[in-house]
Every structure is written in structure tokens, then in C-alpha cells.
């Protein structure tokens, strides 16, 4: 089972890392008993009281993944352990807040961008011990590995999360409209080209553009414009600008941000507002106010994760049936097209630096992680989506998702950036950037100004945090970026 695919460039430290991790990869089914018999022995030998109780906490989105279609997942960990689980629901938001306040949590969740931070500040465990102490090897790529591990699990050369969800961003088409005889005609018309998916940000906006008549209750795109999500959707614009990527700072940490392509990037960001439904810029309206304008059938396009299949291929929507997914688009850059696509929200599993029962809450990850056992989680009608390779192939999962989108993770995969800036910090970072771009898209600042003011206080971030230790953070963060420009045939 290999670990480094896809073109991957790891800076030494972390490439060790890994390496150990990737050694002896537990078959489906052996991860799941592995960690029952480890909280069995715990338990005989004194050093787990029967009547512990794991106290977990998520999103309400993610519970059901974690207990299963009517608590099977629950029900067996208890009947097998004899352990309890205690969940309570945690806010629909980044989870440092929340972290920081937990005092008796076990084991909850945490977006990849934010694992940095988390480290940093000192509120999540380091897991490499707990995994080495249990024999676990965590895997990437092969038959059964997770997606993406060093991205969805370490931070600063550690191992803080368990991968439990898979949150890349991709764009949902309408691909009857794409295909309808009259709109091709029409489209060729004015553009004098083939009506197609996007290859890029420009085909993309002529296409929302072309799709826009509100009048007739359609929307060209449903892309989140609110104020806490930008950087979403910003930074695969921004990424696609230098092959094989635009790095977000130099070597001596200065922001390239304020530079042609981050203003260009603002620019496109800003420029599907008038193409969207209209309260897309107010605060609260995330995905759970865009989304359903595609699964209702009253938006050509949405960039948003895998899960937008899920519900839109469900058997009462009007779009079942009448939509694709297409790769994010990318730029021009010498004569290549260079994409970026890159993981968003993503919910993982780390452990509390202050949690009670550390041990059982990374063997309770372990054993849902399990591939057989995380199989049944995608499935249980939650908001976790495919994560390990095995889910590729499974065909319950497939027909759940369609095999069309399957299919297109598994070919993304070379061009998945690291979440956010990856970086301590990295939440501010994020809000300076998340609210100039607002800003500009509701009309309020110029893009070469926001960039110019974004670029300022990202400075002023990283002196605060230490220039030099950054320095050397980003060293390892910008080795996490993939070599290919596309992954496309």
C-alpha cells in the first residue's frame, strides 16, 4: 500500500513521518478489532474503569455519521466494549472556540485548517504516541488508505487528527442545460465556442453569466459569498495563477497576496455576486442557503463539496438525474492549464489536550475510522463523504454519491491543495482575508486595495507569531502542495 502518490512533495522531517506511519497497513475489518481488544485489555487490566464513558462532541451534521443509521455504529462499539458514549452537539462553526472552553471532552472535531492553530495554542494532543503505543499505522493511497493523509492529519510534522471526512471543493453543473440543443445554439451564438464545463475562471463566469435569469427563477451560480467562508473560494482562484502553484508567501514569509494574481483572484471572487441569489453576502447565509438553490433546480452551478451528490441525487429533488460535477476550474499559465482545488470544511477527529480519556477516544477513532466501519458511516445519510479509497470502490457508496463524482475525486486528487493557510495563525490569516474580499464583493473596496490591506496585516500576523518560526512552518506547509497543474485526460 503506497503512501506517497499523486506527485506529492514532503520536506524531509515530514517525509519520515510518514514513512513510519505507512508501514504495515492494517487490512479492513483488523483496524476496528485492533481497538476493541486494546479497550478490552485496558479494561481487564485495571486500567480503564467499566463505567467509563466516552464523551464525544460534534457538529449536528456530523452525529449520525458517527453513530450510524439508527445508532449501529453506537450500539456495536457499546455491545463489544461495553464503553458508553456520551454525544452532545458542539456549534456549526470553526471548532477553536469550542475547544478552547472544553474542559471534559474526550474526543470532538476539527476543520484541517484549523489543526495548526490548535497545536500552536496548545488545546489538541499529539497522537503519534498513541498510535505507536497500539501498533496503528495510519495509510495513504493502496486498496483501503485515506485520501490525502499528510493534509488530513498532521500539523508542524504531527499526527493531530484521525481522517473522518473528505471536504474537497468541486463544481456541481446543471448538465441538462449544458446539454439542451437550444442553449448551445444560443451559447455558440454569443461566444463563439462549444457550451462545455469550464476549463476556466473566465469560461466559468461567461458560463453563470449565460445562466443567469432570475426572471425565470434560475440563478447562475449558487457560490457562498457570506462573510466567515471566502477563502474557499478565493483561494483556488488565487492557487491556479503560478504553475505548479501560487504560493501565498515568499520564503522570508512576505504575502504575495497583494500581487497581479491576488488581485485577479479578488476579482473573480467579486465577480459572481450579480449572478447569485440575492441575500448571498449576509451574515448566516452559508451553504445551508445556497445549496438548496441547486437541489431545488434554481442554479446552474455551485462550488461546494461531494456532498452536494448526496442530496441532489436524492430521489425527490428536481435535479436527480440532471446534474454533473466537473473539476474546479483553473488559468492559462504558459501555454498549461494550472487547477487548484483544495479542502474546505472537512471534520476530523482530534482529542483534546485537556481530555479525560485520551487513550479511549483515539481507539474509539481508530475503530470508526475502520475501513468496513467508515464505510457505514458515508452511508449513514450524515455530512461525512468519502475518505478512504475503499469508499471509491464501494459500490453502495457510489450509486449514494453517483459513480461520476466518485470517479472525479479519485482523479482530483493530484491537484488537492492543503486547507487554508496551514499555518499558527491561520485564523487570522483567514478573517483579514475573509473580510477585505467581502469588502470588494459588495462593493465596498477595490481588489487591488483589499489585497494591498490583507497583504498588510498578514505581515503584522506573522511578526506577532514569530517571523522566523513561521518561516520555517511554511518551509513545511508549502512542501504539502501538489507538482501537477491538471489532472485532467
Known amino acids: ?20 506511519l505507512c508501514a504495515s497497513p492494517i487490512l479492513a475489518g483488523e483496524q476496528g478489532d485492533r481497538a476493541v481488544a486494546a479497550v478490552r485489555r485496558l479494561v481487564a487490566e485495571g486500567q480503564l474503569r467499566p463505567d467509563t464513558v466516552l464523551r464525544l462532541r460534534a457538529k449536528q451534521g456530523n452525529v449520525v455519521s458517527i453513530l450510524g443509521r439508527d445508532y449501529a455504529l ?30 471534559d471532552v474526550d474526543l470532538t472535531i476539527a476543520r484541517n485548517h484549523e489543526f ?7 488545546l489538541i494532543a499529539d497522537l503519534g504516541p498513541l498510535l505507536e503505543r497500539f501498533g496503528f499505522r495510519l495509510a495513504e493511497g493502496g486498496a483501503d488508505g485515506f485520501l490525502r493523509l499528510p493534509q488530513q492529519s498532521l500539523a508542524d510534522g504531527k499526527v493531530v487528527a484521525i481522517p473522518a471526512d473528505f471536504d474537497a471543493a468541486l463544481l456541481f453543473l446543471r448538465r441538462d ?27 466559468y463566469q461567461e458560463l453563470v453569466a449565460f445562466f443567469h435569469r432570475p426572471a425565470e ?26 504553475a505548479p502553484v501560487q504560493h501565498l508567501f515568499d520564503e522570508r514569509m512576505r504575502p504575495l497576496i497583494s500581487s497581479p494574481a491576488g488581485v485577479a483572484a479578488t476579482e473573480s471572487y467579486a465577480a459572481t455576486v450579480a449572478y447569485s441569489p440575492p441575500q448571498v453576502l449576509e451574515d448566516g447565509k452559508d451553504y445551508s442557503y445556497t445549496l438548496p438553490f441547486f437541489v431545488r433546480g434554481q442554479a446552474f452551478a455551485i462550488i461546494l463539496t461531494a456532498g452536494v451528490a448526496k442530496f441532489a441525487n436524492a430521489s425527490e429533488t428536481p435535479v436527480r438525474g440532471r446534474f ?16 487548484r482545488t483544495q479542502l474546505i470544511y472537512g ?9 479525560p480519556n485520551k487513550t479511549l477516544a483515539l481507539l474509539f477513532a481508530m475503530w470508526l475510522t475502520d475501513p468496513d466501519n467508515s464505510s457505514r458511516s458515508v452511508l449513514a445519510q450524515g ?41 499558527p495563525g491561520d485564523a487570522e490569516y483567514i478573517a483579514a482575508l475573509n473580510r477585505n474580499i467581502w469588502q470588494v464583493a459588495a462593493g465596498r473596496l477595490g481588489a487591488r486595495e483589499a489585497m494591498e490591506r490583507t497583504a498588510r496585516e498578514w505581515d503584522q500576523i506573522t511578526d506577532r507569531i514569530g517571523r522566523a518560526a513561521q518561516i520555517e512552518r511554511w518551509r513545511l506547509q508549502r512542501s504539502l502542495y501538489p507538482a501537477a497543474t491538471d489532472a485532467r485526460p
Open 1 to 20: 500500500m503506497g503512501c506517497l502518490r499523486h506527485g506529492l512533495a514532503i520536506a524531509p522531517a515530514v517525509l519520515a513521518l510518514i514513512l513510519g
Open 74 to 103: 453506537q450500539q456495536e462499539w457499546e455491545r463489544k466494549t461495553g464503553i458508553a458514549i456520551d454525544v452532545g452537539i458542539m456549534p456549526q462553526l470553526d471548532s477553536l472556540a469550542f475547544i478552547r472552553r472544553a474542559t
Open 116 to 122: 495548526a492553530d490548535l497545536l500552536h495554542a496548545g
Open 177 to 203: 442545460l449544458l446539454e439542451d440543443p437550444v442553449q448551445r445554439a444560443r451559447f455558440r451564438e454569443r461566444h463563439g465556442r462549444d457550451l462545455r464545463a469550464p476549463r476556466t475562471w473566465q469560461e
Open 217 to 242: 427563477g434560475l440563478y447562475g451560480t449558487a457560490e457562498s459569498r457570506e462573510p466567515l467562508t471566502g477563502w474557499m473560494y478565493w483561494l483556488p482562484r488565487y492557487l491556479s495563477a503560478a
Open 324 to 339: 454533473i460535477a466537473a473539476p474546479i476550474p483553473g488559468r492559462m499559465v504558459g501555454g498549461q492549464l494550472v487547477r
Open 347 to 355: 471534520n476530523n477527529l482530534v482529542v483534546p489536550a485537556n481530555a
Open 383 to 423: 455530512i461525512t463523504d468519502p475518505y478512504r479509497v475503499n469508499h471509491l470502490d464501494d459500490e453502495r457508496i457510489r450509486a449514494a454519491y453517483t459513480p461520476q463524482v466518485i470517479d472525479l475525486i479519485r482523479s482530483e486528487l493530484p491537484v488537492m491543495s492543503p486547507s487554508g493557510i496551514g499555518l
